[in-house]
């Protein structure tokens, strides 16, 4: 099907998101309201505040889109929605709202696993034919998985978090240094002017042979270290952000490794989430694949949450399926079914 457009809407946390994305590649607009100065606040998400948010920003969000697309309701050939997991106050700002659109102007629904629509973030913006299998590892606040994808929609979940994900432990960290928040960004940025080898943090391995991921250990490290050094300076953090970000990294890149070991025919590796735009994590990573073609989403925008992922994830489903699905029920629970 040429030419097809689609539009995503995306509410599973604090980003009032929608796009246009045509052919699954070709981003007309993404347009995103962040809640992050509101939410800085408290240092961190508040979900009663950030599903009012929702109600706010989504109708101007979605005019907004509609008019950066250049396109009018009778362009649009499909709409796709995150329906999980996520804060479900948020999720149903936007599953109704797409409800409602879906049933006026008769247009097919597609709902969306939002890990799903993290991993097709690397097809957006990308001319070439991406081969398969792929290996994926997923980053973000809520979620950290390995990922083999044999097809579109095919995915088999190799390893997952035990506990707090990578990004949730970026955000605890910083809050910790009075650094602010999201995490992500402010450490790797503090981390720059600090030393890798001041402390040696720990790295959870897990038993031999495991791709799960566990970083609770090495967030309660960081506060035991905070207690022990007693200390505030600005250097102090610096080299507590960097060691951190170290020990964070080095799992994900050596995991990521194992799980490429184990599955010799993957032609790709990918890079999705939040902490995928982390440049620590790209460059150690880069380092370990030799001539096996690694990604990462080709803008900062497309590594957080984002409506033209969840679109680009609406029309491969939608190609593979051939049909679109209306009244869905947003859900929290874990699953790559499409």
Not at 28 to 53: F, Y
Not at 121 to 133: A, G, H, M, T
Not at 160 to 169: L, P, S, V
Not at 235 to 244: E, L, N, R, T
């Amino acid at each position: 099907m040429g030419w097809m457009k689609i539009l995503g809407i995306e509410t599973s946390c604090d980003e009032t998101a929608c796009a246009v994305v045509r052919d699954g590649r070709e981003v007309l607009a993404n347009v995103i309201a962040s809640q992050v100065d509101i939410h800085a606040k408290t240092g961190g998400v508040v979900p009663e505040v950030a599903a009012r948010e929702h109600v706010v920003h989504m109708i101007p969000v979605l005019d907004e889109c509609l008019s950066a697309s250049g396109c009018s309701w009778d362009d649009i050939d499909a709409l796709a929605i995150t329906q999980g997991p996520g804060l479900v106050s948020s999720l149903i700002i936007g599953t109704e709202t797409a409800n409602v659109i879906s049933y006026v102007k008769q247009k097919p629904l597609i709902p969306v696993q939002h890990i799903v629509g993290h991993i097709y973030s690397n097809w957006l913006e990308v001319s070439e034919q991406i081969e398969f299998p792929v290996l994926i590892l997923t980053v973000s606040g809520g979620h950290n998985e390995l990922v083999l994808m044999r097809g579109h929609g095919q995915f088999e979940v190799l390893g997952e978090t035990r506990d707090d994900a990578a990004g949730e432990a970026f955000d605890k960290v910083a809050r910790m240094l009075g650094l602010g928040y999201p995490g992500g960004p402010v450490i790797s940025r503090v981390a720059e002017d600090g030393s890798v080898s001041a402390y040696n943090l720990p790295r959870a391995w897990l038993e031999k042979g495991s791709l799960d991921f566990s970083f609770s250990g090495l967030k309660t490290s960081v506060l035991d270290l905070l207690k022990k050094e007693g200390r505030s300076d600005d250097q102090f953090k610096a080299d507590v952000s960097a060691s951190f970000q170290e020990a964070v990294v080095e799992v994900l890149a050596e995991k990521l490794k194992t799980a490429l070991d184990m599955n010799p025919e993957v032609k790709e590796v990918h890079l999705a989430g939040g902490v995928s735009a982390n440049l620590r994590l790209r460059e150690v990573c880069g380092e370990k694949f030799g001539d096996i073609k690694f990604r990462f989403p080709a803008k900062i925008p497309y590594c957080t949450d984002n409506a033209a992922m969840i679109a680009c994830a609406g029309y491969y489903l939608y190609e593979k399926n051939k049909h679109g699905v209306v009244n869905i029920v947003p859900t929290t629970s874990f699953s790559f079914s499409g």
